[in-house]
């Protein structure tokens, strides 16, 4: 029996009043959707200009930070202050008082000044720690001893705020830390170019001080290296472990998806209930240390674990099946299928998943601040045994700190702090590209 094929559909009549309707309704979708393209775009534009804004006020703070003023001082380095036995032995050189070495320089520029207290506040324009540089100088050159020499030395953190302008010198002299004698001393040395700002390559050499000039970030960075290197020693090979028996080898059963609940919660747990839970398993219970990179470290694994199982497990599953099976069938173990084929297929979301979470554990505060990471540290640590800051703490402290030099310095930090971050998470994205194309 010949089927005749049926034709195509005969065209809908549609009157006039139909397709007006029809017209206004298109017209009514198309209002629609343009609103909503604009309130999109209308949202990210808003997003752009906090963020240019967040920007632009920290680099705005920060970038007078990598500066520092400085004060050149004709010093006379006295061989019966500093050596009076003439042994040069280094304990007998460090214990010289090089700060009353500063303060003679300072009366002779300015022989005029006799009383004791004017001499009090012409001694505060020059740092207190200036001493310790002029000792560091002299201990690398003891040649030095018994000559006058030229010296920039560290000015007051006051003095710096003045030269960079953070303190207007037409106020009247009680709405400024700088006072009207103090301010001419401080013109008198312009005019006579000894005053100078240089790079403040201390920021990034030096531990933490209570005079803002002599403060740096280095110990604060060791610290967050040292703790970064324990999270990460304990955090990926614990986390793909587990990711691989949840996944590959684990019955699924309600014990097994008890464990994968549990797993996800903890992902999205504060970050300072980990701070509570290191305070009581590590320091309480195990008696370890406080401030020491090992405890954050330990601490801030706790907190990555979930993530780095997470990731590792979404990077497994990802994994077509095929790879397995074609694997098994050639005879390979279940072990070497996923060990020789399915996990460098793999890791690069797990190495992805790692770096994100470790990028996270570095800007963390509230739990190394529940372990006493809060202390007052100068020394650089030299290994995670010994007692540091971190660098989110370092900022933490630095921003509760009265004095105006602080602000810059918290600033500058905040920059240190989010090009780690912006290097790590390169990083990540390079390491992802590479596995993904050796694979």
């Known amino acids: 029996m010949n089927r005749q094929r049926p034709g195509p559909p005969?065209?809908?009549?549609?009157?006039?009043?139909?397709?007006?309707?029809?017209?206004?309704?298109?017209?009514?979708?198309?209002?629609?959707?343009?609103?909503?393209?604009?309130?999109?775009?209308?949202?990210?534009?808003?997003?752009?200009?906090?963020?240019?804004?967040?920007?632009?006020?920290?680099?705005?703070?920060?970038?007078?930070?990598?500066?520092?003023?400085?004060?050149?001082?004709?010093?006379?380095?006295?061989?019966?202050?500093?050596?009076?036995?003439g042994t040069r032995n280094r304990q007998t050189l460090g214990r010289a008082d090089y700060q009353g070495l500063i303060r003679n320089a300072l009366r002779q520029q300015f022989p005029a000044v006799t009383r004791r207290g004017d001499l009090r506040q012409l001694f505060a324009l020059v740092s207190p720690g200036a001493g310790f540089d002029l000792r560091k100088q002299v201990l690398a050159n003891p040649g030095l001893i018994g000559q006058k020499q030229r010296f920039w030395l560290a000015a007051d953190d006051d003095v710096d705020m003045l030269i960079k302008g953070h303190m207007n010198r037409s106020a009247p002299?009680?709405?400024?830390?700088?006072?009207?004698?103090?301010?001419?001393?401080?013109?008198?040395?312009?005019?006579?170019?000894?005053?100078?700002?240089?790079?403040?390559?201390?920021?990034?050499?030096?531990?933490?001080?209570?005079?803002?000039?002599?403060?740096?970030?280095?110990?604060?960075?060791?610290?967050?290296?040292?703790?970064?290197?324990?999270?990460?020693?304990?955090?990926?090979?614990?986390?793909?472990?587990?990711?691989i028996y949840l996944e590959e080898f684990a019955p699924k059963n309600r014990w097994t998806d008890l464990v994968e609940v549990n797993i996800?919660?903890?992902?999205?747990?504060?970050?300072?209930?980990?701070?509570?839970?290191?305070?009581?398993?590590?320091?309480?219970?195990?008696?370890?240390?406080?401030?020491?990179?090992?405890?954050?470290?330990?601490?801030?694994?706790?907190?990555?674990?979930?993530?780095?199982?997470?990731a590792a497990r979404a990077a497994l599953t990802s994994v077509p099946p095929s790879i397995r099976e074609a694997a098994l069938g050639v005879g390979a173990s279940k072990m070497q299928a996923i060990f020789h084929h399915v996990m460098p297929l793999a890791l690069p979301g797990m190495l992805t998943g790692t770096i994100i979470g470790m990028a996270r554990a570095l800007g963390e505060s509230a739990p190394l601040l529940m372990i006493g990471m809060v202390a007052f540290i100068v020394d650089v640590p030299e290994s995670p045994l010994d007692p540091s800051a971190a660098l989110p703490v370092q900022i933490y402290l630095w921003a509760d700190s009265p004095e105006r030099a602080f602000v810059e310095r918290t600033s500058a930090a905040i920059l240190v702090l989010l090009a780690f971050l912006l290097v790590m998470n390169a990083g990540a994205i390079l390491l992802r590209k590479r596995y993904e194309k050796h694979g």
Request: one cysteine or more; proline letters at 5%; a positive charge.
């Open 264 to 310: 996800n919660n903890l992902a999205a747990v504060p970050s300072i209930v980990f701070g509570l839970l290191g305070l009581a398993l590590f320091i309480n219970l195990f008696g370890l240390p406080r401030s020491v990179p090992l405890v954050g470290g330990l601490v801030l694994t706790l907190m990555t674990l979930p993530v780095v199982i997470i």
């Open 10 to 85: 005969e065209p809908v009549a549609s009157s006039p009043a139909a397709r007006a309707e029809f017209g206004r309704r298109l017209a009514r979708r198309n209002r629609q959707e343009s609103r909503f393209r604009l309130a999109g775009l209308c949202a990210v534009l808003a997003g752009l200009a906090f963020l240019a804004f967040f920007f632009l006020t920290l680099i705005g703070n920060a970038y007078t930070a990598f500066a520092q003023t400085h004060i050149l001082l004709d010093v006379e380095l006295s061989a019966a202050a500093i050596d009076p036995e």
């Open 173 to 243: 002299e009680s709405q400024r830390r700088i006072n009207d004698r103090q301010l001419a001393w401080i013109e008198q040395l312009e005019a006579a170019g000894r005053i100078e700002r240089q790079f403040n390559h201390r920021f990034f050499i030096s531990g933490d001080s209570r005079d803002p000039e002599m403060s740096g970030i280095r110990s604060a960075v060791a610290g967050s290296f040292y703790m970064l290197l324990v999270t990460l020693a304990l955090s990926f090979p614990l986390g793909v472990a587990t990711a």
